[in-house]
């Protein structure tokens, strides 16, 4: 009986211990969103891409984890061309799939999947939900 209680206590101390260092991890964050308010978040990076390699005009991908089911797209379109604005977007998403969805399926996006350790498959069901739904219109 004994050892159950102490097993228990450590488990308790040990997911107490993962959620402190969790959360040491998290950074403030305020994206600019074109046209929109401001998003505000508790979150922590989990991936970044730009296509960006002496270029006027250029994208920028990033990822960010907020909570265990939460995720935040953010997309810039960056220009150093006059007159130009940056056009920055970002969405809160509650899995990959809606990530997906606002980010598509380019190459950059992909690598950004890849850097964040999303996994970029598709299950047969999925699959099967989307042509229908295309055969539908």
Do not use: H
Not at 25 to 49: N, Q, S, W
């Amino acid at each position: 009986m004994i050892s159950a209680i102490t097993a228990t206590n450590a488990a308790i101390t040990a997911t107490a211990a993962m959620t402190l260092n969790e959360s040491k991890k998290m950074t403030a964050y305020i994206l600019r969103r074109y046209r929109d308010v401001p998003l505000a978040f508790d979150g922590m990076l989990i991936g970044e891409v730009s296509t960006r390699f002496k270029r006027d005009r250029w994208t920028e991908l990033r990822l960010y984890r907020c909570r265990p089911d939460m995720l935040v797209a953010e997309q810039v379109g960056r220009s150093t061309i006059e007159g130009e604005i940056d056009r920055c977007r970002a969405w809160v998403c509650e899995n990959a799939g809606q990530v997906r969805k606002v980010l598509g399926d380019g190459s950059l996006a992909r690598e950004l999947y890849t850097q964040a350790g999303l996994d970029g498959t598709e299950s047969v069901e999925s699959a099967i939900t989307k042509e229908d739904e295309r055969t539908e219109l």
